[in-house]
């Protein structure tokens, strides 16, 4: 009888052997005999899944992105306005051990998008629909907050997008300067900052 | 009579190539072949000056970097408070062609930074001076607005910070997103945010 190999899991599989790699040495120095030697399987092997670095990083950007994307539809499930915005915040800023060694992935895609087009097509669009959810819940906390629709959201959605990309890349380069405690009391300040706003009115 | 060489002005040459084929082509695609074709010189004669293509990065980035540098102290000499905050940001936001162009060495910088000690030691020691200089600021607009002492400045140069990396990002990756227009759009709410603050007490 021949074996029955389950695919989806050594892809899976490769994937994580992958990211691993990007997070303890970054993205330059992955190679595919790494890759194979931490999934424990043949040179060969990893090939007939993905034939190249690109197509490896790609997948495990588009993993973590998944990953994160259905934290935050599980998160601000029920949630409007501003409080669904600090639930998905407290997602895409890089909280916890776990967010600080994602980062490390996202900025060797960040790199790579930076000149090469099906990665940056793929940015682009994650960034539009994470811009999309902001300006949704914006135009809810201005209806909490009795703001009048001459309150403009767009710049607020750039400095919250901005912010995002920002703290994502200390995490990165300079975690000491990104940790829970200061992007907890930044996150605050930036609610404080919409609801004063309003008082200003 | 021995040929007299220009040391200096070979090396300005060779990072000058090496930067325009990162804008180009990206680091990943750089070879020390490339810099020495585009640069006009043989091969030997960039392993003379940078023993590879990390030291070629490093030099890129900080010339440009030194350059930021000049820029701002020139055009914030005599200016306090926000005024001098936005001076700053029309510089370390990546305004016009040049901005968006040089963006694309930072996020490569950034990348290698992730993952190599001796440039996440220059990123982290970048990224307080710059943090500083935002305090210095803060601290002058505070007694400008006649806020009180009680109003932290922290968090709010923290959104500064990520701010700007995140458009220099977003320029890097996606320039529709982050055009002179959204660019100064941001900047003009970000400060008036700060002046609210103000009213708010």
Redesign the interface.
């Known amino acids: 009888m021949p074996k029955i190999v389950d695919h989806d899991l050594r892809r899976e599989q490769i994937v994580q052997a992958m990211t691993e790699i990007i997070i303890?040495?970054?993205?330059?120095?992955v190679t595919m005999r790494e890759i194979a030697a931490e999934a424990g399987y043949a040179h060969g092997a990893i090939a007939r899944y993905f034939p190249n670095k690109r197509t490896l990083l790609m997948a495990a950007f588009q993993t973590l992105h998944q990953g994160l994307h259905e934290r935050v539809v599980n998160d601000t499930r029920g949630l409007r306005g501003l409080t669904a915005i600090e639930a998905i915040c407290r997602q895409t800023f890089p909280f916890g051990d776990a967010g600080r060694r994602e980062?490390?992935v996202v900025?060797?895609f960040?790199?790579?998008?930076?000149?090469?087009e099906e990665f940056?097509t793929i940015?682009?669009e994650n960034?539009?629909r994470w811009r999309g959810l902001f300006r949704t819940h914006l135009d809810e906390a201005k209806d909490d907050l009795g703001v009048q629709a001459d309150w403009?959201t767009?710049?607020?959605v750039?400095?919250m997008?901005?912010?995002?990309?920002?703290?994502n890349?200390?995490a990165?380069?300079?975690p000491?300067?990104a940790t829970d405690e200061?992007m907890d009391?930044?996150l605050?300040?930036?609610l404080s900052?919409i609801r004063?706003?309003r008082?200003?009115k």
């Open positions: 303890r040495d970054g993205f330059e120095a980062a490390k900025v060797a960040w790199d790579r998008a930076s000149h090469d940056s940015h682009r960034a539009i403009d767009a710049p607020i750039d400095q997008s901005t912010q995002t990309l920002g703290w890349l200390l990165a380069v300079a000491d300067l200061i009391r930044a605050t300040a930036m900052g004063v706003l008082a200003a």
